[in-house]
C-alpha cells in the first residue's frame, strides 16, 4: 500500500530554516505531481508548493522566495527548504502526491508540525 512518511518538523526561532522531507513508498512516483500543502489552526489547507514530474513548480505568492521544493526520483523524496520561518508559518505541513495521469490516485502523508516561535 502507499505511504507517505514527512519528517524535518520542530521547533525554530524566527528567522531560522528548516528541511522537510517526505518518503513515499508502495509506488514508484516518478510521473506523479508532489506537492507541499500547510494548515494552521483555525484555517483552510492550503498549497505551499508543488513540483510536476516535469520539474515544473509552483508556490503560493506569499511564500515565493523563501521556500523551496525539490524532488530525488530515484529516492521517491520530495523536499522542502523553508527559509526566513515566520510565526505565521506555523502549521502542520502535509505532503502529497497525485497521478499525472488518474487523479484518484492521490495520497496524503500524516504531517509534520512547524513551530516558528521565539
Known amino acids: 500500500q502507499v505511504q507517505l512518511v514527512e519528517s524535518g518538523g520542530g521547533l525554530v526561532q524566527p528567522g531560522g530554516s528548516l528541511r522537510l522531507s517526505c518518503v513515499a513508498s508502495g509506488s514508484i512516483f516518478r510521473f506523479y505531481r508532489m506537492g507541499w500543502y500547510r494548515q494552521a489552526p483555525g484555517k483552510q489547507r492550503e498549497l505551499v508548493a508543488s513540483i510536476t514530474s516535469s520539474d515544473s513548480t509552483n508556490y503560493a505568492d506569499s511564500l515565493k522566495g523563501r521556500f523551496t521544493i525539490s524532488r530525488d526520483n530515484a529516492r521517491n523524496t520530495v523536499y522542502l527548504q523553508m527559509n526566513s520561518l515566520e510565526p505565521e508559518d506555523t502549521a502542520v505541513y502535509y505532503c502529497?502526491?497525485?497521478?499525472?495521469?488518474?487523479?484518484?490516485?492521490?495520497?496524503w502523508g500524516q504531517g509534520t508540525r512547524v513551530t516558528v516561535s521565539s
Open positions: 502529497n502526491v497525485r497521478s499525472d495521469y488518474e487523479q484518484s490516485l492521490s495520497y
